[in-house]
């Protein structure tokens, strides 16, 4: 019984971890997309929600190494997750806040922006399927 439990625990985690990441995916797109008009599709909106379903279901709830005298050297997985993860808020953050106080930022900061977001979920991909693969 306990184990069915925390089974469904992490599994409702998970979905909501996925569900985060579609969300802040939503906004980079709504953000970027608004701001280059090549990437003013539903296309896009629906790439950007799913690249951050992937990265943030497999790269925020990463096994970690054992801890002890063995093992001494850096998880890389847990880092790349870390980074990751920073970086893809950072940017959804900086997307919300563009959205909602109606800014005009340059160009540059856009490209910024999706860069960043990019590169935030492809860190948590790499790192979640990395530390998957090493259990």
Known sequence: MRY?????????????????GAACGLFVGAYVGSAIPALTTQGF???????????????????QMPFDDAHRRI??????????????????????AVIVLRLDPHMGWTWLVFAGWIAGVA?????????RMRK
Do not use: N, W
Not at 86 to 96: E, H, I, P, R
Not at 123 to 131: L, R, Y
């Open 4 to 20: 069915s439990v925390r089974k469904t625990a992490h599994i409702f985690e998970r979905v909501g971890l996925a569900m985060a």
């Open 75 to 96: 998880d890389a997985a847990e880092f790349m997750s870390a980074a990751g993860t920073l970086c893809a808020t950072l940017t959804a953050f900086v997307s919300v």
């Open 45 to 63: 909106l629906l790439l950007m929600m799913l690249l951050g379903v992937i990265g943030f279901y497999l790269g925020i709830d990463t096994p």
């Open 123 to 131: 860190m948590q991909i790499v790192a979640g399927a990395k530390a």
